[in-house]
Nanobody, 117 residues
Framework: QVQVVDSGGGLVQPGGSLRLSCAVS????????LAWHRQAPGKEREFVAL???????KYGDFVKGRFTISRGNAKNTVYLQMNSLNVEDTAVYHC???????????WGQGTQVNVSS
């Protein structure tokens, strides 16, 4: 059974940074695409970032160079380094695991990111 556990959220001031972590168990990650999405209250889920099995990355348009997704030294981890946070980044951030041909099926429980003064 695939398990996805994301963590690292918290309260930061505008301009601050957070590093989100995602630990995946139950499946090797070699051929998987790992992604982060976010959802603010009352808003639709929004794509944040992904890293494919070949290391290619992609980011949502709003990121504008502020975030970096990466695979950790441990093969079952993925991180999202978020810098220059602003209040619009406030949301619940979810890590998810995507198998070839099977996307958006396995999700972490979400970690809350609050950016405020």
């Amino acid at each position: 059974q695939v398990q996805v556990v994301d963590s690292g959220g918290g309260l930061v001031q505008p301009g601050g940074s957070l590093r989100l972590s995602c630990a995946v168990s139950g499946t090797p990650l070699n051929f998987l695409t790992l992604a982060w999405h976010r959802q603010a209250p009352g808003k639709e889920r929004e794509f944040v970032a992904l890293v494919a099995s070949n290391g290619n990355t992609k980011y949502g348009d709003f990121v504008k160079g502020r975030f970096t997704i990466s695979r950790g030294n441990a093969k079952n981890t993925v991180y999202l380094q978020m810098n220059s946070l602003n209040v619009e980044d406030t949301a619940v951030y979810h890590c998810n695991v995507n198998f070839p041909g099977i996307s958006n099926l396995f999700w972490g429980q979400g970690t809350q990111v609050n950016v405020s003064s």
